[in-house]
C-alpha cells in the first residue's frame, strides 16, 4: 500500500473516531438516559422522603428523616446509617422493569400471593411530607432463579426484575443501623483528652496547629492528631451487646482501660468513649465500648484500642528546630576539622571562606541548607540523656550557626555517641536523637567556580 493510500486511509480513521466522539456518543448517552428515566421510580425523590418502612425476611423496619439523619423508631429507637437508607433511595429510582408477566388488563383478578407478592418477600414504602406513598413489591424467584416477580404502587402489573434489586433491600437490623462506635466530626474537635494504660494525653487545638496540655506543654503533630481523630471517626462496632447498660461495672465503664473525651468548641458537654474490659472467652482480641450519650454496650476489635496506644514521642511536634529565615544573610558550618563560612553579596549570591581563607566561588545551595535546617525533623525524644550523649554535644561533630545580620537567629549542635546522632539548638536547649542521614542532610553542596 502506498504512502498516499495510508494517509487516507488515516484521514477517514480519524473522521471516523472523530464522529463517533461528537456524534454517537452523545447520543447514545441521551438514549441510556431517557431508558433510565423511562424504567425509573421517578416519585421516589430524596428531597421529599420523610418516612422509609422496610419489611424482608429479618424483620420489620421504620425509619424517619430527621433533619439531614436518618433514626430508625422500630423495632428500636437507635441512629440509622445514613448512606444505607440514601442508597435505598436511590436504588428504588433504578430498579428494572422487566419482561410482563401480569399485564394491567388482567392484574386486578390475579392472585399475587402465586407469585410471592402477597406477602411479598420484600416490601418497601417510602412515605413524603405529604401526598401518597410510594411502594415497591418483590415476590420469589422466578423457576429459573435468575430473576424475581416485581410489582409497585401504580403500576397495576407483575414484571420480572433481577434478584439483586431484592437483595438491595432484604437487610438486617445490623446493617441498618448506624454502626460507628463514636460518631463525631473531627474538624469541630476543640480538645481532646485520651487516657490510656501507656498515659493520659490531653490537646488543643490553636487554629491549624495543635498543642499538648498533658503530660507536657509542647506542641504537637496536627498530622497525627488528625490521624487518630480520623481512625477514631471511622471505627465501626462489631456487634452490639446490650441495648443499654444496667450494672457499668460488669463490662468495666466504672474503671475504663481506655477514654477519649472530645470537646467541640462552645459545647461544654463532652463526647464521650470508653473502652472496659476484654471481652472473655474469645479467639479474637474485642473489647466492651459504650459513649456515654447512648444507652447500647457494644463491642468493638482490637484495632481502636491499638490506634490509642499512641507513644507520647509520636504525638509530639518533629521539627522542632524552625526559626524565622527571613534575612538570614550569613551561615557558618563548624566541623571538628574544618570551618565553612558563607556570606550572602549584595546581589542576593553566597561567597563561601573556607577556614584557611580561601574564596570558594560558585552555585552554592546555602539557602537550600537554610531551609533543611528549619525542617529538620526530630528522630526521637528520649526519656533520659546518658552522659556520653551529653559529653558528644560538648565535642561536637557538626556546629551550624546562622545569623541575620549581627545577631545569631539559630545555631544547631550536633554530637555522635552510641552509635546514635544527638542535637540541641539555641531556640531548643533540650537533647534530641536525631536521624541516621542527618550529617547528609546538612551538607552543603556547590558547584565550583575559580578558586
Given at each position: ?173 445490623m446493617a441498618l443501623r448506624d ?44 498530622r497525627e492528631i488528625l490521624t ?224
Amino acid at each position: 500500500m502506498g504512502i498516499k493510500a495510508t494517509a487516507i486511509l488515516a484521514v477517514l480513521l480519524l473522521g471516523l473516531v472523530g464522529f463517533v466522539f461528537l456524534y454517537e456518543r452523545p447520543r447514545m448517552a441521551e438514549e441510556q438516559r431517557e431508558s433510565e428515566a423511562k424504567n425509573a421510580f421517578i416519585e421516589v425523590q430524596r428531597h421529599r422522603v420523610a418516612r422509609l418502612t422496610l419489611t424482608n425476611e429479618y424483620g420489620h423496619f421504620v425509619a424517619e428523616k430527621r433533619g439531614n439523619e436518618w433514626a430508625l423508631i422500630a423495632p428500636l429507637e437507635v441512629p440509622a446509617d445514613w448512606i444505607e437508607f440514601e442508597g435505598m433511595i436511590e436504588i428504588a429510582q433504578i430498579v428494572e422493569r422487566g419482561r410482563v408477566v401480569v399485564d394491567e388488563g388482567d392484574y386486578a383478578g390475579v392472585v399475587l400471593a402465586d407469585f410471592g407478592l402477597d406477602p411479598p418477600v420484600v416490601e418497601v414504602r417510602f412515605e413524603p411530607v405529604s401526598g401518597d406513598p410510594v411502594w415497591l413489591f418483590f415476590g420469589d424467584n422466578i423457576p429459573s432463579k435468575l430473576g424475581c416477580y416485581f410489582t409497585w404502587s401504580g403500576g397495576n402489573k407483575v414484571v420480572l426484575t433481577r434478584k439483586q434489586y431484592r437483595a438491595r433491600f432484604n437487610r438486617p437490623l445490623m446493617a441498618l443501623r448506624d454502626t460507628r462506635a463514636f460518631s463525631f466530626d473531627p474538624d469541630l474537635v476543640s480538645r481532646a483528652y485520651f487516657q490510656t494504660p501507656g498515659g493520659v494525653y490531653e490537646v488543643v487545638r490553636d487554629g491549624l496547629e495543635w498543642h499538648l496540655v498533658q503530660p507536657i506543654k509542647e506542641r504537637a503533630d496536627a498530622r497525627e492528631i488528625l490521624t487518630l481523630l480520623g481512625q477514631l471517626k471511622d471505627e465501626r462496632v462489631a456487634s452490639f451487646h446490650k441495648e443499654a447498660v444496667d450494672d457499668p461495672t460488669i463490662y468495666g465503664f466504672d474503671d475504663p482501660d481506655y477514654k477519649v473525651e472530645l470537646h467541640v468548641k462552645d459545647n461544654e458537654m463532652s463526647n464521650t468513649l470508653l473502652l472496659g474490659k476484654r471481652v472473655p472467652d474469645s479467639r479474637q482480641k474485642l473489647w466492651y465500648g459504650r459513649v456515654m450519650s447512648r444507652p447500647q454496650v457494644f463491642i468493638v476489635e482490637q484495632l481502636i484500642a491499638e490506634s490509642l496506644d499512641i507513644p507520647l514521642n509520636q504525638l509530639r511536634y518533629k521539627r522542632v528546630f524552625e526559626f524565622d529565615r527571613t534575612g538570614v544573610d550569613r551561615v557558618r558550618l563548624a566541623y571538628r576539622d574544618s570551618v565553612v563560612n558563607c556570606a550572602k553579596n549584595d546581589d542576593g549570591s553566597w561567597q563561601m571562606v573556607m577556614g584557611d581563607g580561601r574564596v570558594v566561588k560558585g552555585d552554592a545551595d546555602v539557602e537550600d541548607l537554610i531551609d533543611r535546617v528549619h525542617n529538620l525533623v526530630v528522630a526521637e525524644f528520649p526519656d533520659r540523656v546518658d552522659k556520653s550523649a551529653a559529653d558528644s554535644l560538648d565535642d561536637p561533630v557538626l556546629t551550624v550557626s546562622l545569623w541575620r545580620s549581627e545577631t545569631l537567629v539559630q545555631e544547631l549542635i550536633i554530637g555522635h555517641a552510641n552509635n546514635f546522632w544527638y542535637g540541641t539548638a539555641k531556640t531548643r536547649r533540650e537533647v534530641v536523637v536525631l536521624p541516621y542521614s542527618v550529617m547528609s542532610w546538612l551538607q552543603l553542596n556547590w558547584n565550583l567556580g575559580a578558586i
